[in-house]
Each structure stands twice: as structure tokens, then as C-alpha cells.
């Protein structure tokens, strides 16, 4: 219960920085938005909706890192971490706390890119359900990200971090722009290695009812997940047990 009423006040905070969910929501729109108009104005297809959609609700995605990250930070250098700490929660109770709150904005995200794409000419398919399904490890990797961020930096650290480097990363190495295998390489190698491409075509797969084909990338994006919020549970334990010494 306690857990639920800390998560409970995180959902109120994050409703109340506006600015950060106005520009989370609205740049992948505008960047869909601006892609959907090139594509029509050429004669390849370069960013058919079918898979631009899936791709930039990944994109969208990593702007949940951002909330996440600010959030924690913001508590960690106030008087309410250091008087939540006094509670008989544990580390693993705080992360929770932090996480629960942030899969609602990113299924809300995920379902706002979609029903946008959906005006530019995607078709509305019962796979759709699918891909928000299949998006949800995708949130909990940049939800971790997020929160392993928070856990040792500041907050402008943070923003520098989420809102501008780990956004460019998972953008220019998830495939969306243009396909890995035209630079191949190191490149492609380093992308496939990461969850962003993965993650990527595992929704695109979703979308296009190849299902088999999900899980092959999907196991990926899981295991960084798991990997990360496991991270972000022991290093924010040590960084409680440091502050309370």
C-alpha cells in the first residue's frame, strides 16, 4: 500500500510538468507529421507509414526516459527523498513506485503516435493492440534508463542525458530513418546489439502480423529490461544506504 500511494503522487507529479509531456507527445508527432509529407512528395518509398508509425512510437518512447529520470533526480536532491528514506520501504519499493506511474503515459504515447498515423493513411488493424503489446518492453528499457539516470545525476545531467543524447541514439541507431543494412559495418553491428533496433522491428513485425518473427528481437529488448531495472535497483539501494549513513 505504501508503495501504491508513492506511486500514486509520482503519476500527480509528472501530470504536473506540462512542458515535458507537451513536448514528449508533440515532437514525435511533428517529426511523423513532417516524414508522412516528404514521402508523399517522392517517388520512392522511403518512409512507408506501415513502418514509420511502429518506428517513431519507439522514438516516442525515449522521451518517457526523460520524465522518469527528471522526476527522480528532482526527489533525490530535495528534503523528500532523504525523509522517504525514514520509511519501511525498501529499494526495490521505490523503483516501483517510479515505474508503475510511467507505463500508462508511455501505452498512452504509443496509442496517441498510432491514432495520428492512422490519419496519415495507416489502416486500422486488430495488430494494432498488438504493437502497443509488443511496445511495452520497449518502455520499461527507457523507464530504467530513466530512473538509472536519476539514481546518479542531477537533473539538467539528466535532461542533457535523456533529452538529448539518448534520444539522438535511439533515433539514429533504431533504423527508422533509413535501413542499417545500407551502412552495415560496425554500424549495423552495434544497432542490432542495442534494444532500439530490436525494438523497432519487433513492432513493425506486430503491425504486419508476422508474429513469429516477433520474439527473435523482442527476447532482446527483454533482456535489457530486466537487465537495467535490476541495475537501477542495486545502484539506487547503495546510493539509499550511502544517504542515510
Do not use: H
Not at 527523498?81 to 525498501?90: A, D, I, V
Not at 526495490?92 to 506511474?101: A, H, K
Not at 535532461?159 to 539518448?166: E, I, M, R
Not at 520474439?215 to 529490461?225: E, G, K, N, R
Amino acid at each position: 500500500m505504501k508503495m501504491l500511494t508513492f506511486a500514486k503522487r509520482n503519476f500527480k507529479e509528472i501530470i504536473r510538468d506540462k512542458l515535458n509531456i507537451l513536448f514528449g507527445l508533440g515532437f514525435p508527432l511533428i517529426v511523423l507529421l513532417l516524414l508522412s509529407i516528404i514521402q508523399s512528395n517522392i517517388p520512392v518509398e522511403l518512409f512507408v507509414i506501415e513502418k514509420l508509425a511502429p518506428g517513431i512510437c519507439v522514438f516516442g518512447l525515449s522521451f518517457i526516459a526523460l520524465f522518469s529520470g527528471t522526476l527522480i533526480a528532482r526527489d533525490r536532491t530535495s528534503a523528500l527523498m532523504l525523509r522517504l528514506f525514514t520509511s519501511p520501504m525498501g529499494a526495490d519499493g521505490f523503483i516501483l513506485g517510479y515505474l508503475l506511474p510511467m507505463i500508462p503515459f508511455a501505452i498512452a504515447q504509443s496509442a496517441v503516435c498510432l491514432g495520428v498515423a492512422l490519419l496519415l493513411g495507416l489502416e486500422f488493424t486488430a495488430n494494432l493492440f498488438v504493437v502497443i503489446a509488443v511496445l511495452l518492453p520497449a518502455a520499461l528499457v527507457f523507464i530504467a534508463i530513466g530512473l538509472l539516470c536519476g539514481t546518479v545525476l542531477n537533473d539538467k545531467q539528466v535532461g542533457g542525458f535523456c533529452g538529448a543524447l539518448l534520444t539522438n541514439v535511439s533515433a539514429w541507431l533504431s533504423g527508422i530513418w533509413f535501413d542499417l543494412e545500407l551502412v552495415g559495418g560496425a554500424f549495423e553491428k552495434i544497432a542490432n546489439a542495442l534494444p532500439f533496433a530490436p525494438a523497432v522491428r519487433a513492432a513493425q513485425n506486430a503491425y504486419a502480423g508476422n508474429f513469429s518473427a516477433i520474439m527473435s528481437d523482442l527476447w532482446i529488448v527483454i533482456a535489457y529490461a530486466v537487465a537495467l531495472t535490476t541495475i537501477a535497483v542495486i545502484i539506487f539501494t547503495r546510493k539509499m544506504k550511502a544517504d542515510q549513513n
